[in-house]
């Protein structure tokens, strides 16, 4: 975990557990790579996320930046803009979830929700392992499904980076460290908790 003097550090409005105040998601990571136990501990965590019928739809694809051909092939998947700064993770991940259950076939309408759910107990566990995960839309979802030879009942979704956070004071011109160092604001919860119709605060 990071001190309480990293801006990165929640300030909560109510306790909440030390973890999810001190996970965020870095553009700066030490480019060295992650030790086999934490990354399948993480990943351990995301297989006991809850899903809709124990279903599970989720799958996480693991390219280590000590595989060097495979991780530039999926570096290569992401958006120009990710590319830049997820190259010094020590792990990147695709995403993609099953649409349909496999006890019957039928239309698995919460599947994205589930994978979403796996992903952030993954990035919990990584936060209490020392490492940050930041997940990212910004990847060419016909290119993962062509690469990775997804089947037509996988969605290709997201990708995460994984790693440790440079957390020295970035240069005056380091605009995502300066990102990295800018705090983590959130809106209030009478904005999205409501008692009765839209719009009656809790």
């Known amino acids: 975990c990071m001190s309480n003097s990293h801006p990165k550090q929640a300030t909560p409005d109510h306790p909440i557990h030390e973890l999810i105040a001190s996970r965020f998601s870095p553009y700066l990571y030490e480019p060295r790579g992650i030790e086999p136990a934490k990354l399948l501990a993480c990943l351990e965590a995301g297989r006991w996320a809850a899903s809709s019928y124990n279903e599970q739809p989720w799958v996480f694809i693991v390219a280590r930046r000590e595989d060097e ?3 530039q092939t999926m570096l290569g998947c992401l958006s120009e803009p990710n590319q830049a700064w997820a190259k010094d993770a ?3 991940m695709l995403t993609a979830y099953r649409t349909t259950f496999s006890k019957n076939g039928s239309p698995n309408r919460v599947a994205f929700h589930d994978l979403g759910q796996a992903a952030a107990h993954l990035a919990l566990q990584a936060t209490a392992v020392g490492l940050q995960a930041h997940q990212m839309a910004g990847v060419d979802l016909s290119q993962v499904r062509k690469l990775y030879q997804l089947s ?8 995460i980076a994984l790693g440790y956070a440079d957390l020295s004071e970035p240069g005056t011109d380091d605009e995502m460290g300066k990102r990295d160092m800018a705090p983590r604001t959130r809106r209030p919860l009478s904005d999205f908790v409501f008692h009765g119709p839209i719009g009656q605060a809790l």
């Open 69 to 71: 051909e495979a991780f």
């Open 90 to 92: 020590g792990v990147l």
């Open 152 to 159: 037509q009942d996988l969605e290709p979704a997201t990708a």
